[in-house]
């Protein structure tokens, strides 16, 4: 090994022969925003041989207050994040793989995605994606890393198929908020903070160390001082959908999975989920905006330059855009 790797190889726990198995290792980052600009940094700067990024996304000046690697200049060409993140990793390390994918996370575009892919890093901005990576990862027995944040919250928790609860058993026990960070804002130190416990479990699997991973959720509140790791290993469910005794992986059926729809002549996309909207929670929530509507059967907000209509029935019209990408970009960033 050359000097790069001297100090992390000091480190008795990796050493000689975990660098060795950190560079034969392929890890998959889904998200290229906060968490996965950060994510792809530190494994890419500990040598890990092959870095897959995968991002929808281009880079906005909104980014540039907590995502890692991306520029002014990145903005002004407006740069898919996956592109830019791989042009700024290749000048840090140029001895290792990096494939940046531009496009949606699906059940059917990431299949390709982790084949021969040793770990994936959770770095998504909503639930949706989330539930697919944890159908299909289990399907294929890789294991991933779930993170997120919000305002100074964070949380993260390493997921080992047969081994760990999943991410549907641990949200069945542990419900989340919902709210983003684009409703209520985020600081960079807490991006930080999932990031490095994320990386640091990476290469606890990715150097043969699984009995060192931390076996519980982690969740935390910079501003308020409060850090709590809660042990979930009795939340598995035998009738768990995805690791029960008879999964049928639900987040893969096409069904269960976010539609959109280009309404002809209206500037507007339609997507519907497989769920019903909480028009009261939905609207709770939205109290940041002062365009508010709400009656008894739709939500209806402004949103930068959008007007975007909350139905109960788990659709959601999003006017001024015919984009697919740019309407889920937008329902995500609201929505979680």
Not at 194 to 213: F, I, N, P, S, Y
Not at 246 to 266: D, F, M, S
Not at 303 to 331: M, P
Request: net charge neutral; glycine share 6%.
């Amino acid at each position: 090994m050359n000097n790069r790797y001297s100090r992390q190889i000091r480190f008795q726990p990796i050493g000689e022969h975990g660098q060795e198995q950190i560079a034969k290792k392929h890890v998959l980052i889904v998200g290229c925003g906060a968490l996965g600009s950060a994510n792809a940094e530190a494994l890419v700067r500990a040598g890990v041989g092959e870095v897959s990024i995968v991002d929808r996304d281009y880079v906005e000046e909104s980014n540039l207050q907590r995502q890692h690697l991306f520029t002014e200049k990145d903005v002004e060409k407006q740069l898919p994040k996956a592109i830019a993140a791989q042009k700024h990793l290749r000048e840090i390390n140029q001895c290792i793989k990096i494939h940046a994918h531009v496009m949606d996370v699906t059940g059917e575009t990431l299949e390709p995605l982790i084949k021969d892919v040793d770990l994936v890093i959770d770095a998504t901005d909503n639930f949706d994606t989330r539930f697919i990576l944890n159908d299909a990862l289990h399907q294929h027995r890789i294991p991933w890393i779930f993170g997120a944040c919000v305002g100074a919250t964070g949380m993260s928790y390493t997921v080992i198929p047969n081994e760990t609860p999943c991410l549907r058993c641990l949200l069945d026990a542990i419900p989340l908020t919902g709210v983003t960070c684009d409703a209520v804002g985020i600081i960079g130190p807490a991006v930080q903070m999932v990031v490095a416990h994320q990386t640091a479990e990476a290469l606890k699997l990715l150097t043969g160390a699984a009995d060192k991973r931390r076996a519980t959720y982690l969740t935390f509140d910079l501003w308020n001082n409060l850090y709590q790791t809660i042990r979930v290993e009795g939340v598995k469910r035998d009738e768990c959908l995805t690791c029960g005794m008879n999964p049928t992986y639900p987040a893969l059926a096409y069904q269960n999975q976010l539609k959109t729809e280009v309404l002809c002549g209206r500037d507007t996309v339609q997507l519907r989920a497989n769920t019903s909207h909480s028009l009261a929670a939905l609207a709770a929530r939205f109290q940041v905006f002062t365009s508010v509507k709400q009656n008894e059967y739709l939500v209806s907000i402004t949103y930068q330059s959008y007007r975007i209509v909350f139905f109960l029935d788990g659709r959601t019209l999003i006017h001024g855009t015919n984009s697919v990408t740019e309407a889920k970009k937008i329902y995500y960033q609201l929505v979680g």
